[in-house]
């Protein structure tokens, strides 16, 4: 049964991690971090205001993401593809250096005043945050099939949408439903951990400030652990 269950707690984790960042992100600099939906609403909304400067930072900032995403593919999607163990800890100890990064600068100040938006200090806590989330994203998207999506929820909300549907007309008894119902479980887990972790992000950035990311790089180093440990 643990063989079962301990990958879950992995994801969970870095869920949680996910949700904590993307708190995190929105109190220290009042943008969300964890996917790129928010960055084309505001390069949009900059650009109708004729705010040229935050249109062309927030135009560049997803491409972070986009670059976290590659270097996990290279690492871990490409491994697979050629039939070598995926490199799982490489990215995820990336993430832990990213976030211990940004606690400690940004408790020197290298990113300005928690919770005051300013566009040339805070490009650069956007970009390492966007990096970081790029790179989880694309692990646990790998590592699971595209079943879940770690860094937010409206993929995973989908699929799970979709799945308890299917669930609904397939055969109550049929291996498909079983492992459609295990899916949905673990769409529902992922969306319960990243809320919970949203939800402790509120509690302790707002008295830590940026060494509150400690604790994302926490979960992520204890991932890590985890998988070197199963895979070794």
Known sequence: MWKNIAPLVHWFLLAAGAGLINTGGFLACRRFV??????????????????????????????????????????????????????YSLPLGTIVVLLVFVAVAGGRGLFGVFGEYDLKANHLLLALLCLACGIQNAVVSTATGLILRSTHLTG??????????????????????????????????????????????AYVFPNWHYLAFALPAGLALVSAVLIWLRHR
């Open 34 to 87: 964890s996917h790129v939906t928010g960055f084309a609403t505001m390069h949009g909304i900059d650009l109708a205001e004729g705010n040229w400067a935050g249109a062309v930072s927030m135009a560049f900032v997803p491409l972070y993401f986009l670059l976290g995403c590659m270097f996990s593919a290279w690492v871990v999607d490409r491994r697979i593809q050629r039939g070598l163990n995926p490199l």
């Open 156 to 201: 995973t909300t989908t699929d799970l949408g979709t799945g308890l549907v299917r669930c609904l007309w397939m055969p109550k008894n049929s291996p498909e439903r079983r492992l459609e119902g295990r899916f949905n479980w673990m769409r529902a887990g992922q969306i319960a951990a990243f809320i919970l972790g949203a939800s402790i992000g």
